[in-house]
Structure formats: structure tokens, C-alpha cells
């Protein structure tokens, strides 16, 4: 197994291309004509509820209680793409794994 650590521009561009291959060979043709995705950066309240999988009115109550980053011009919500990620990585659980190694560190400083 082979592990890569990509940051976001290069996941980005490997996502485009292996679209890129799917569509070309699903769609003889295509490739010449296909553009690379534009990711939108700035989301609408809709758009943020699709991206996160949650319904609206639970959008409008996690930005009302400060929970979830947001902008607001006028009456609309807006979201950035990045700072919902962060949001969403933000509530990781840690894997069992990780909680005996925490535990072993402790144990180790306390001198046990």
C-alpha cells in the first residue's frame, strides 16, 4: 500500500485529471473540449447545505449559535469551500489507536 500526502492544489489536480480520463473514455471526443472544475469557493446557504449534507434549517442554527464560519452581506449567508472543511475536519474523532498512543505519551511524562 502506498501512501501519498497531497496538499489541496495537488489533490485538486489529480481529481481534474483522473475526471478528465473517466469522461475521455466514457465520451470519445470529449477531451478536447472539457475545461478543467472550477470549485467555487464561496458558497451559498444552499450550496453549503448540499456540501455539508445538512438540511438548511440546521445551517441557519449552527451560524446562529457561532458554530459554523460564515459571511453575511445584507440578508445572505455565505460560506467559504475551505473554511467548511477546516469546520468538518475540526469534529475528527480520534481512532482508538491514537487514543492509547495520547495515553502511553502521558504516562511516559508522568514517569509511570
Known sequence: MIILQLNEDQLKNALEEVL???????QPGLEQ???????KELLTIEEAA???????PTI???TSRRE???FKTGKKLYFKRSELLS???KGKQ?????IVDNLRLKR???GN
Open 20 to 26: 478528465r480520463k473517466v469522461l475521455a473514455e466514457r
Open 33 to 39: 473540449t472539457t475545461t478543467p472544475i472550477q470549485l
Open 50 to 56: 448540499i456540501f455539508l449534507n445538512l438540511a438548511k
Open 60 to 62: 441557519y442554527s449552527l
Open 68 to 70: 459554523l464560519p460564515f
Open 87 to 89: 469546520w468538518i475536519e
Open 94 to 98: 480520534k481512532t482508538i489507536e491514537e
Open 108 to 110: 511516559k511524562r508522568k
